[in-house]
């Protein structure tokens, strides 16, 4: 989701990230801090401190709720040295950004404010709202023209220059009939930055410290004032799940095309989910109706077939996936082997031109190159309260229907008859039976049918 480096970004600016995440998110209804909803497996706060990260920042502060230690967690998970401020009450967004006071004091050379709730911004867009800085600006808006400007704040312009930002309800007419709005993320030079801050009032229709008001602030003082235009969508806000919905919509599609402007064919991409940090490796195939959940890597040449589903895996190149696959946490699978339908692995290693084709389970294992894993096989691998490894040597063939009971190790080159249930070790080249002799017992199912219809009967 990165995109390409602005000058800014590889500068010797210092640059101060502070971002805004003690909103309640009482719309969202639900038990759960907003900005840890997910999108794209990873939450809006994550999203936002990977972005300002990837933008330059050399610090960064989170300015949270009370008692919300959890989205504290959540931000130093990210960025083990970011700091975290509480705003303890909720007077508006120029108040929410002096909470980071003890940050701004530090005076770096640019300070960046973003939302928490705004998770689409990319590093580029970032780095744009820095570059006026360095060419003496002191406070820069960043702005979009909207479809339906209601609400929103209005940027008041004179050419290239921000004269004002009024907020809707404190908007005349002729404001509120400007289209270019304001998309809530500000950068201010640090040098001057408290010095605007501190001088901002609650003279306005919600009687609190409106960020917006450093731009008149900045003009009143002397400072050069600017404004940077981005599309609607990239600063698409999140405030219930509607609006979550549509973000994961509008950030997969990012994602979509990212994989296949690098070489990745989506047969059909509406239908593919993908996370934030998926890897698909060049000419990977990927049919309609997969899902991919967090830590993928998939390498070159690899085909996902229809309907599979994979979570915290590494695939090999030339290996094919499904359909109809279920890769769990800890899947490994080598190159050229093939985990086909209705299959379920993890924390396996399924090793190069392994076969485990279809109706098969397993878990904490170990499937050695070459091995032929026959249709209904499963590792038996817990017993209630500890897991079991099974390690099945190289070569090895293991019958449909076997039940491996762990810990136990199939050697190399090894066959297990089907139908087996196998508790004891292996030896190479061995072969295997766990089952008992068939017994035949000639006309007994007619006998049995007529007993049946006579119990029937009474």
């Not at 390409?4 to 209804?29: D, F, N």
């Not at 830590?295 to 109809?324: C, K, M, Q, W, Y």
């Not at 993890?346 to 389970?361: E, R």
Request: charged residues 25%.
């Amino acid at each position: 989701m990165t995109s390409s480096v602005s000058p800014v970004q590889g500068s010797a600016r210092s640059c101060l990230a502070v971002v805004l995440a003690a909103g309640e998110g009482t719309r969202m209804k639900s038990n759960k801090p907003k900005v840890l909803h997910e999108i794209a497996n990873r939450s809006m706060l994550g999203h936002v401190m990977a972005t300002v990260m990837s933008a330059g920042a050399t610090e960064v502060a989170v300015v949270i709720g009370p008692d919300r230690e959890d989205v504290a967690t959540e931000a130093h998970k990210i960025i083990p040295g970011a700091r975290a401020f509480v705003q303890r009450e909720r007077r508006g967004t120029g108040h929410a950004v002096l909470s980071a006071r003890e940050a701004l004091e530090r005076e770096p050379d640019d300070i960046i404010v973003v939302y928490a709730d705004t998770p689409l911004v990319t590093p580029d867009t970032l780095a744009k709202l820095r570059e006026p800085l360095a060419n003496g600006a002191a406070v820069v808006g960043l702005g979009f023209e909207a479809r339906n400007p209601t609400g929103y704040g209005r940027f008041v312009m004179s050419g290239d220059e921000l004269l004002h930002i009024r907020e809707h309800k404190d908007a005349s007419e002729e404001e509120r009939a400007i289209t270019l709005c304001n998309g809530g993320l500000m950068a201010l030079r640090g040098d001057v930055a408290l010095t605007i801050l501190d001088r901002i009032e609650t003279k306005n229709a919600q009687a609190e410290y409106y960020l917006t008001d450093a731009v008149n602030i900045a003009r009143r003082l002397g400072y050069r004032t600017a404004a940077v235009i981005v599309s609607e969508q990239e600063v698409h806000g999140i405030n219930d799940r509607m609006q979550l919905a549509m973000a994961e919509h509008m950030i997969q599609e990012r994602l979509r095309r990212n994989v296949m402007l690098s070489g990745v064919t989506l047969v059909a991409p509406e239908t593919v989910f993908l996370s934030h940090d998926t890897q698909l490796g060049r000419d990977v195939v990927v049919e309609p109706h997969v899902v991919f959940g967090p830590g993928v890597v998939v390498e070159d040449r690899t085909v996902i077939h229809s309907f599979s589903h994979l979570e915290r895996t590494h695939i090999a190149a030339d290996a094919r996936i499904g359909p109809f696959a279920r890769l769990r946490p800890g899947a490994s699978v080598g190159p050229k082997a093939k985990v086909g339908n209705f299959v379920e692995i993890k924390n396996t290693d399924v090793g190069a031109g392994a076969k485990v084709s279809h109706l098969t389970y397993l878990g904490d294992a170990s499937v050695g190159a070459e091995v032929n894993i026959g249709a209904g096989t499963i590792t038996c691998n817990y017993d209630g309260f500890g897991k079991y490894r099974t390690e099945i040597g190289e070569g090895a063939f293991i019958g449909s229907n076997s039940s491996l009971v762990a810990p136990i190790t199939i050697g190399k080159g090894a066959f297990v008859g089907s139908g087996s249930v196998i508790t004891e070790n292996v030896t190479d080249d061995a072969l295997a039976l766990g089952r008992s002799r068939q017994v035949v017992k000639e006309e007994w199912a007619g006998s049995f049918r007529e007993k049946a219809k006579a119990a029937k009967k009474r």
